[in-house]
């Protein structure tokens, strides 16, 4: 494909449409170093023309000075080769539009005929004389998608709406810039509504196929929706998702993965009584046993400890996401509220450490509770229950690691 020779083709004036959509696909298959070869199957089925009328438009062409064409033979065999097509930005030019067409195919030299008996050509294995009186159209004739039997007529929002989905899809295909699109129209409503989701889908997948495979030429969308090249790939696979993500202090997510991380037993490096803490134990003046609940409560659950410190200079914390779906359900808990000084006084019962109270938050996420139940014991419920869900959800991920 040669940029420069597709837009010299576009910017040619006093040609109608149809000269145009073809010289723009000869251009489109122009080598800087080669030439150009494009066979008449992949010009007809580009140009959505039967090969005769493509023939007729071909000859309009050299006419028009704007391309000249040759044909060339095999040496020894004679077999026809493909048809070299010059263009006028092509230093050769002048000296090929002397050539006269061969009066049998249209196009060649006609002293390049052979005097053998007439063999098909090797790539179109029909015969390539011209009868323009019959069968004008190759293709069978499409109805519209709202006359086919079986499908109903479509209202004027409907149509607009697949239209829109239409020109998303196509407004950046490759290699297809200046190329009228109303046929490329027909055969996308011509689509069911589930091949065209399907088409929209693979469309990025179906890409990357011909990206990898070096594929010079990008099938027009036509050719992708009549011939449903989709159906070539699968769809496109989902991105596998975070393990972790970055939860906001106080958050659904952050109360969840704090909660869980209370659940464990103490961890952390729990330090013993200091020799002065052990001489207010023996006064009488500390009690030992508290001492030891307040050394676990700042050390023993390290991560909920680095949580709340973050949670002071209002950083997040790094937290699994396999607490997402459980943190859903979590509910507002508004500062000095029943239930807010519910949960602190179950924190206060199980050894865990509160949230900070010299800096509190307006409000934080916990589980649901009971309203038909005292505060407390709807505290306790809803903590039993998280319990269990989160031991599934731990026993659903050791089912994935095995």
């Known amino acids: 494909m040669s940029h420069d020779a597709t837009n ?4 040619q004036r006093g040609i109608k449409p149809a000269l145009k959509i073809v010289l723009w696909h000869l251009c489109d298959c122009y080598n800087p170093e080669y030439g150009a070869f494009p066979s008449q199957e992949y010009l007809s089925e580009n140009c959505e023309v039967p090969r005769s ?57 006609a002293e390049a005929e052979s005097s053998l008996e007439p063999q098909p050509c090797p790539e179109i294995t029909e015969s390539r004389v011209q009868n323009l009186d019959s069968n004008l159209v190759k293709e069978p004739v499409r109805e519209p998608v709202n006359l086919r039997e ?34 490329w129209l027909r ?21 990357a196929k011909l990206r990898e495979q070096r594929k010079s030429h990008i099938p027009a969308p036509s050719t992708y929706f009549r011939e449903k090249l989709f159906n070539e790939v699968s769809d496109p696979q989902a991105a596998p998702k975070p393990t972790h993500a970055a939860a906001a202090p106080y958050g659904k997510l952050w109360g969840a993965a704090r909660l ?32 030891m609940r307040d050394k676990v409560r700042k050390t023993g659950w390290s991560v909920v400890n680095r949580m709340h410190e973050k949670a002071r200079s209002g950083q997040p914390s790094v937290c699994q996401t396999l607490y997402e779906d459980v943190a859903s359900g979590f509910v507002a808990v508004m500062r ?67």
């Not at 010299?8 to 910017?11: G, L, N, P, T, Y």
């Not at 409907?158 to 196509?170: C, D, G, Y």
């Not at 961890?267 to 134990?281: D, N």
């Open 8 to 11: 010299w083709a576009i910017k």
């Open 53 to 109: 009328t493509l023939n007729v438009y071909l000859g309009e062409l050299e006419r028009a000075g704007l391309i000249a064409r040759e044909q060339r033979r095999e040496a020894g065999s004679k077999r026809q080769e493909r048809t070299r097509y010059y263009f006028p930005f092509e230093a050769v030019f002048a000296s090929k539009q002397d050539k006269n067409p061969c009066p049998e195919t249209g196009h060649g030299l």
């Open 150 to 183: 079986g499908v109903r007529e479509l209202s004027k929002e409907e149509r607009k709406a697949i239209e829109n989905r239409f020109w998303r899809l196509v407004k950046d295909w490759p290699q297809t810039e200046g190329m009228p699109k109303n046929g």
């Open 187 to 207: 055969e996308w409503f011509a689509l069911t509504d589930d091949e065209r989701d399907t088409a929209e889908r693979r469309k990025p997948v179906w890409l």
């Open 260 to 291: 869980a991380d209370l659940l464990r037993a103490p961890y952390g490096q729990i330090a013993a009584l200091t020799i002065s803490e052990r001489g207010l134990v023996a006064q009488g003046k500390a009690d030992e046993a508290e001492l």
């Open 336 to 402: 000095d509220g029943d239930i807010w000084q519910a949960w602190a006084r179950e924190h206060e019962r199980r050894g865990w450490p509160w949230i900070d109270d010299t800096r509190p938050a307006e409000r934080a996420y916990f589980p649901p509770l009971n309203l038909d139940l005292p505060f407390d014991e709807a505290v306790r419920a809803a903590l039993d229950d998280f319990a269990g869900a989160i031991a599934d959800i731990q026993k659903g991920k050791s089912h994935d690691a095995a």
